[in-house]
């Protein structure tokens, strides 16, 4: 069996994850990189096997196959190309990326390197009821596509400084480009794809970092390809505890949603035609961990979703088939949170999405 030397940039996020590359039967995970000393302590108390880095050309020069890329998303494209310029698989952390511009740089740098796999990585797509409700989908159980809403609430206000007291790159961020949470589930569903959005925000600077404005609270109203329309709500700015993922999907036969608010273990209530005298929504005990997982599957710290997801890039990897959330689904991910915002600072005029193939 071929083993596969994996790589981690960007080691506060990315310690979790490689902790589940670990538990790959061909992986071995042999590399970290970091600018901050106690994310690289910390890496390396857990993988002493890993060589350790503060440059990340150096920790490319190691001969690797995967990087797993969780930086900073500013940082994310430039530590995307790099690393399949230096002939590695890459799966990358959401958001895609800062811009239209880079989310091209990464189209093209993707198209550039066909041996290597890219694929996003959108753990959100691997809870399993949304597993379950794209099988319910498939089988017509909801009949065609109306319409869709979903939320991500967390309040990040913490997150908005390093720990040297200087702003992070979330305190600049929008809050709608990060919709992937949201949107790539109901499109990993539906199999729809957004051509035009409405974008809304709520405008004002940040309490942790005053004077900054940051658009910490932002609304995209999407039309679909079928006609559909899809409604997210990203609010990182928000009072509220514990943060929840909110997700409803109704289809000409049937509604799916999670419960709300929600409730633990996670469960989905539905309507569906093809159920005989229903009077009132149904409860499925689908929760959000797939049943087949080893119990170590939950140490990536968003249940068995991350284990699902990189189980499903190595499969790529291993027989050279596509990734399930390749470059174009990426791109349909993550450019409606970018044209939401520009469609927001314009008053809310509908901007189209662009549309690059795949």
């Given at each position: 069996?071929?083993?596969?030397?994996?790589?981690?940039?960007?080691?506060?996020?990315?310690?979790?994850?490689?902790?589940?590359?670990?538990?790959?039967?061909?992986?071995?995970?042999?590399?970290?990189?970091?600018?901050?000393?106690?994310?690289?302590?910390?890496?390396?108390?857990?993988?002493?096997?890993?060589?350790?880095?503060?440059?990340?050309?150096?920790?490319?020069?190691?001969?690797?196959?995967?990087?797993?890329?969780?930086?900073?998303?500013?940082?994310?494209?430039?530590?995307?190309?790099?690393?399949?310029?230096?002939?590695?698989?890459?799966?990358?952390?959401?958001?895609?990326?800062?811009?239209?511009?880079?989310?091209?740089?990464?189209?093209?740098?993707?198209?550039?390197?066909?041996?290597?796999?890219?694929?996003?990585?959108?753990?959100?797509?691997?809870?399993?009821?949304?597993?379950?409700?794209?099988?319910?989908?498939?089988?017509?159980?909801?009949?065609?596509?109306?319409?869709?809403?979903?939320?991500?609430?967390?309040?990040?206000?913490?997150?908005?400084?390093?720990?040297?007291?200087?702003?992070?790159?979330?305190?600049?961020?929008?809050?709608?480009?990060?919709?992937?949470?949201?949107?790539?589930?109901?499109?990993?569903?539906?199999?729809?794809?957004?051509?035009?959005?409405?974008?809304?925000?709520?405008?004002?600077?940040?309490?942790?970092?005053?004077?900054?404005?940051?658009?910490?609270?932002?609304?995209?109203?999407?039309?679909?390809?079928?006609?559909?329309?899809?409604?997210?709500?990203?609010?990182?700015?928000?009072?509220?505890?514990?943060?929840?993922h909110y997700y409803s999907i109704y289809g000409t036969k049937g509604v799916l949603e999670t419960s709300r608010p929600p409730v633990s273990p996670l469960q989905t209530n539905a309507w569906l035609d093809s159920v005989p005298h229903l009077r009132n929504m149904i409860e499925i005990p689908v929760t959000e961990n797939v049943t087949d997982a080893p119990a170590e599957a939950v140490q990536g710290g968003h249940g068995t979703a991350e284990y699902s997801m990189i189980e499903a890039f190595m499969s790529c990897i291993r027989d050279d088939t596509r990734p399930p959330l390749d470059i174009h689904a990426a791109l349909q991910m993550a450019l409606p949170g970018l044209c939401a915002?520009?469609?927001?600072?314009?008053?809310?005029?509908?901007?189209?999405?662009?549309?690059?193939?795949?």
């Amino acid at each position: 069996m071929r083993t596969y030397r994996v790589g981690v940039v960007g080691l506060r996020r990315g310690l979790d994850p490689a902790c589940i590359f670990e538990l790959m039967p061909d992986c071995d995970v042999a590399a970290g990189c970091d600018i901050d000393a106690g994310a690289l302590e910390r890496f390396g108390a857990r993988f002493p096997q890993a060589s350790l880095h503060t440059a990340y050309d150096e920790m490319l020069a190691q001969g690797l196959d995967i990087v797993f890329v969780a930086s900073p998303v500013p940082l994310h494209c430039q530590h995307t190309v790099a690393a399949l310029e230096a002939g590695c698989h890459v799966l990358q952390e959401v958001t895609l990326a800062s811009s239209l511009d880079e989310c091209r740089e990464l189209l093209s740098a993707v198209e550039a390197h066909p041996r290597q796999k890219f694929m996003l990585a959108e753990n959100c797509c691997y809870w399993a009821h949304i597993l379950s409700w794209r099988e319910m989908w498939r089988a017509g159980l909801l009949g065609g596509f109306m319409y869709a809403e979903a939320e991500y609430i967390h309040d990040t206000r913490h997150l908005l400084r390093n720990p040297d007291g200087s702003p992070a790159w979330r305190a600049s961020m929008p809050a709608i480009h990060y919709c992937t949470h949201s949107l790539g589930p109901l499109l990993k569903v539906t199999g729809e794809r957004c051509v035009a959005v409405s974008g809304m925000r709520v405008a004002g600077g940040s309490e942790a970092l005053p004077g900054r404005a940051r658009s910490g609270v932002e609304v995209a109203i999407l039309q679909t390809a079928s006609g559909g329309v899809i409604k997210i709500l990203v609010a990182f700015g928000i009072t509220r505890e514990p943060m929840f993922h909110y997700y409803s999907i109704y289809g000409t036969k049937g509604v799916l949603e999670t419960s709300r608010p929600p409730v633990s273990p996670l469960q989905t209530n539905a309507w569906l035609d093809s159920v005989p005298h229903l009077r009132n929504m149904i409860e499925i005990p689908v929760t959000e961990n797939v049943t087949d997982a080893p119990a170590e599957a939950v140490q990536g710290g968003h249940g068995t979703a991350e284990y699902s997801m990189i189980e499903a890039f190595m499969s790529c990897i291993r027989d050279d088939t596509r990734p399930p959330l390749d470059i174009h689904a990426a791109l349909q991910m993550a450019l409606p949170g970018l044209c939401a915002h520009q469609s927001a600072l314009q008053g809310g005029q509908m901007v189209e999405i662009p549309d690059w193939g795949g």
